[in-house]
């Protein structure tokens, strides 16, 4: 109806600018319009009216003129219109084997494939004859293919995994050869490739096309449980008890069970509750690490009721554990003898993973040590050079006062978190911290506190304290001294008060505490922070503002274990993600319908400055047992990290390895083996988020200016594609003075001037 009366549909109006074609100025109408007022003001100013009868007989009869004079200045529309025939709109249907899943593809349909439904908009909007433009039909398989015939599309194999990362990439990288107003893609948005990373995304926004995007496939799956991700480290100790963090994925609360298995072995089982209202939980299981060699672990989830799981493809996940008798070592330096040295000793003597060397000043030029390899090791005191220091994984430094170490082996301290990607712990005590001279030291620089920098700072106090993780506490895993929530809480709130605190001064932006200490007598009415911790560099940086922990044993059963899992679970973190000199990364853990692996190998000479070579070979085990020869290739951008394009030509583990000597270095140094697994898997890439990726859709179509729409509203694609592109365009004046309307309301205004004469008998 609207287009009727006005000639042009709503979008047109929307887009264009109303104008004048006529050569007369405007000046000119505004002067006649104001004369052609006069004078019909004067012809009914006489006659003998009311006043009410005068003004409607004005009004109608300059209606009527007015819009005969506006028309002769001939009114049109400006638009700017994409020129017929040149510009071209590239329509992707998304053919993985994951849109070959039969679901309601829309509110009231019935179970139809998501593939049939692309096929479906494609027949209807893309080769409609009042298409604005020209449509180039393209297929995301195995890679982009152009399509002649509609009837091409039910004859393309479904690939086994989607790529939409490279196929955007490869569309829009031919703007500049060709005129395209916009790309529609068709697809659920399970994009299970690894193109998509920050650069795309810039790509995509840079290209100026918008990408319009139809989402088809069911947004949700009520009876489908999917284990989504498995985080365990890579390689532990032998006989310990490990803990595997899994993420599930669900879209109903219930009751499930997880297990665990090494082959045919049944290694932990567990009943998980899923939670209501949320996409996804986290929940942890424990699993022995056993003896020496590798495990292939298997995650594997069901419904524990009588639930019918419609994929179970995606309720196993594989992970590769290696079980080594590879320690991390730990320098812990103290400046005197006292208790919390003995019972921190104590509480990590027994832990297989660890290995405790302590240096304990006895007098002023006399050191205890313990824990040492041989005769040399820490000889002269603490280590007096970067290497020496740099082949320890994680320090420790107590009651000890900065002028005790040179300005060299300070810089060596604080370059061994942000170089070497070390951990230190720095403990209160009354020659440590800010009374010990550190606030004014060049460490200071890699601590997540401000220390007190005067020279009479005396900020250690021996009074008692309770001490209590904060909400980040809580949160953290490796301050978990209970298996539940409550019991967590409780184990932290029934543990003794230490008897010393020291202040810690103010906390850095970045910085996070996770301890609190609270007086209780109550003369400090606020708790100030205990333990707080911060990345720097590639390392991290923790400061423990007491030395009174081994009272929680000492005032404790002797059965009771918190002091002693406080400080294993502590120290385990201090060296969990200590980078190796020598190391091997992998992008995934588990390869799906891929063929190939992009791996990094980042190697490091003993003082880890980055090794300058142009190539380093590895050994590669494949799964039935045979090994080849792979060569990385140096990384001309950074320094000291290889790149290498791995084949895996079948399904199963795969093991890299690197040791030194690296070219350059001597081969009395001390010996550094890198070793990576992972498994490669086919058949089950398009099992994983197998719903339809409505905020992936959304995003892509936000990034590059264009529109989600949502099956049942893909009818109007065709107008979203007139409104929102970037076609070559030309700008055309559309006349106005035809349109029904004018006529309409110039008949109008006359009809009503005579039926109101009519009435007042005045013809």
């Known amino acids: 109806m609207f287009e009727w009366l006005f000639n042009y549909p709503v979008s047109a109006w929307q887009e264009g600018t109303f104008a004048f074609d006529g050569r007369m100025p405007l000046l000119l109408l505004f002067a006649c319009i104001a004369i052609l007022a006069m004078l019909i003001a004067f012809s009914v100013w006489w006659q003998p009216i009311s006043i009410a009868r005068r003004a409607s007989v004005f009004g109608l009869q300059f209606l009527v003129a007015g819009i005969l004079l506006v028309m002769l200045w001939q009114p049109v529309l400006k638009l700017d219109v994409a020129e017929s025939g040149e510009n071209t709109v590239a329509w992707i249907l998304d053919a993985s084997a994951s849109m070959q899943t039969a679901d309601e593809i829309g509110p009231g349909t019935s179970p ?52 939409l990362g490279n196929s955007l990439d490869e569309i829009l990288g031919t703007v500049s050869q060709s005129a395209m107003a916009a790309v529609v893609l068709i697809s659920d948005g399970s994009n299970n490739a690894s193109s998509i990373d920050a650069q795309w995304w810039q790509r995509l926004s840079a290209a100026g096309v918008p990408v319009h995007t139809i989402g088809v496939g069911a947004l949700s799956e ?22 595997a963090s899994v993420t599930v994925s669900h879209a109903t609360a219930g009751n ?87 019972f921190l000793r104590r509480a990590l003597n027994d832990n297989p993973a660890l290995e ?13 040590r313990q824990g040492v390899r041989d005769a040399n090791e820490l000889a002269d005191g603490f280590p007096l050079d970067r290497e020496a220091l740099f082949a320890y994984d994680a320090i420790i430094i107590g009651s000890l006062e900065a002028a005790d170490l040179s300005t060299k082996q300070q810089l060596a301290l604080r370059d061994f978190v942000n170089v070497r990607g070390g951990s230190l712990l720095m403990l209160g005590g009354r020659n440590g911290l800010a009374d010990g001279g550190w606030g004014r030291s060049v460490v200071v620089a890699a601590l997540p506190v401000v220390l007190d920098a005067r020279l009479s700072a005396q900020t250690f106090a021996r009074r008692r304290a309770q001490v209590l993780p904060t909400v980040s506490g809580y949160r953290t895993p490796w301050l978990q001294l209970g298996g539940s929530a409550q019991e967590n809480r409780t184990a932290w709130q029934g543990l003794p008060e230490v008897a010393d605190v020291q202040l810690l001064g103010s906390v850095k932006p970045g910085a996070v505490v996770l301890l609190e200490q609270t007086d209780p007598s109550g003369s400090a009415s606020e708790s100030q922070a205990l333990l707080v911790a911060q990345r720097y560099g590639k390392g ?26 406080f400080w294993t679970q502590l120290a385990n973190h201090l060296v969990a993600n200590v980078l190796s000199r020598l190391r091997v990364e992998s992008d995934e853990p588990v390869y799906r319908d891929v063929s190939n692996a992009e791996l990094s190998l980042f190697a490091h000479l003993p003082d880890y400055t980055p090794l300058q070579q142009s190539s380093l070979n590895t050994s590669l085990t494949l799964p039935d047992g045979s090994t080849r020869s792979v060569e990385f290739a140096a990384d001309l951008q950074q320094a000291g990290r290889y790149t290498a394009d791995v084949e895996m030509p079948m399904d199963g583990p795969y093991r890299i390895s690197a040791q030194t000597p690296l070219g350059g270095e001597s081969p009395s140094s001390t010996p550094s083996v890198a070793e990576s697994w992972w498994v490669r898997e086919s058949g089950t890439a398009e099992s994983f988020n197998n719903t339809q990726q409505s905020e992936f859709l959304q995003r892509v179509a936000d990034v590059t200016g264009g529109s989600y729409l949502p099956f049942n509203k893909a009818a109007s694609v065709l107008d979203v594609l007139s409104l ?40």
Do not use: C
């Open 222 to 243: 009520p009876n489908d449980i999917q284990l989504s991700d498995v985080s365990l480290p890579q390689s532990a100790a032998p006989g310990l008890q490990l803990t």
């Open 540 to 565: 991290q940086s923790l400061v423990l503002g007491t030395s009174g922990s081994w009272r929680w044993q000492m005032s404790l059963d002797s059965t009771d274990q918190r002091h002693e899992l």
């Open 724 to 763: 929102e592109n970037a076609a070559l365009k030309r700008q055309v004046s559309l006349p106005l003075w035809n349109m029904p309307i004018v006529f309409l309301g110039l008949l109008l205004a006359k009809l009503a001037e005579w039926l109101l004469r009519l009435r007042w008998k005045r013809l």
């Open 356 to 368: 405790i060397v302590s240096l304990l000043r006895t007098s002023p030029n006399k050191f205890y």
């Open 256 to 342: 499930a069970r997880l297990r665990v298995f090494s082959g045919r072995d049944l290694l932990a089982a567990q009943d998980i509750n899923l939670p209501e209202n949320v996409q996804q939980s986290q929940h942890e299981v424990v699993i022995p690490t056993g003896e020496l060699g590798v495990r292939q672990l298997r995650f594997e989830i069901a419904h524990s009721d009588d639930r019918t799981d419609p994929n179970l493809a995606n309720n196993r996940q594989q992970r590769m554990l290696r079980i080594t008798d590879t320690q991390r070592r730990i320098l812990y330096v103290e400046g005197e003898p006292r208790w919390e040295y003995k």
């Open 112 to 163: 139809a494939t998501r593939s049939a439904a692309g096929i479906t908009v494609i027949e209807n909007f893309a080769l409609d004859d009042s298409a604005e433009f020209q449509a180039d039909i393209y297929v995301q398989a195995e890679s982009l293919q152009a399509i002649d015939t509609v009837s091409q599309l039910s004859t393309i194999e479904p690939s086994g995994s989607t790529d």
